[in-house]
């Protein structure tokens, strides 16, 4: 079992910066796979970002998002952010961060989630 708590939204004009953070706990080895989704409007489908391997060693990225959006984990592993620059008001969204065993960006490849951090972007 794993634990996620997301931090860190809010709201920014657009062509700023965020960094979400998410608090793992619980079980996690190093064929966990730790990931950012975003959601929106409420029940589509959530549309993954970035995933990191816990221990930080690889990460890839949804094509839209490379260049303005960064994955990382603290040298603790308890920690995963994911930084986002040059916000668009496109970037509005329910923002998960979700733990699996799966190199995927695809939701159902996530078996843990958190509950969720609001981004707004305003023009």
């Known amino acids: 079992q794993a634990q996620l708590v997301e931090s860190g939204g809010g709201s920014v004009q657009a062509g700023g910066s965020l960094r979400l953070s998410c608090a793992a706990s619980?079980?996690?080895?190093?064929?966990?796979?730790l990931g950012w989704f975003r959601q929106a409007p409420p029940g589509k489908e959530r549309e993954g970002l970035a995933?990191?391997?816990?221990?930080?060693?690889?990460?890839t990225y949804v094509d839209f998002v490379k260049g303005r959006f960064t994955i990382s984990q603290d040298s603790d592993r308890n920690t995963v952010y994911l930084q986002m620059n040059r916000l668009k008001p496109e970037d509005t969204a329910m923002y998960y961060c979700?733990?699996?065993?799966?190199?995927?960006?695809?939701?159902?490849?996530?078996?843990?989630w958190g509950q969720g951090t609001q981004v707004t972007v305003f023009s």
């Open positions: 995933i990191i391997a816990h221990g930080g060693a690889i990460a």
């Open positions: 979700a733990a699996g065993r799966s190199w995927s960006l695809r939701e159902v490849d996530f078996t843990y």
């Open positions: 619980g079980y996690m080895d190093s064929r966990s796979v």
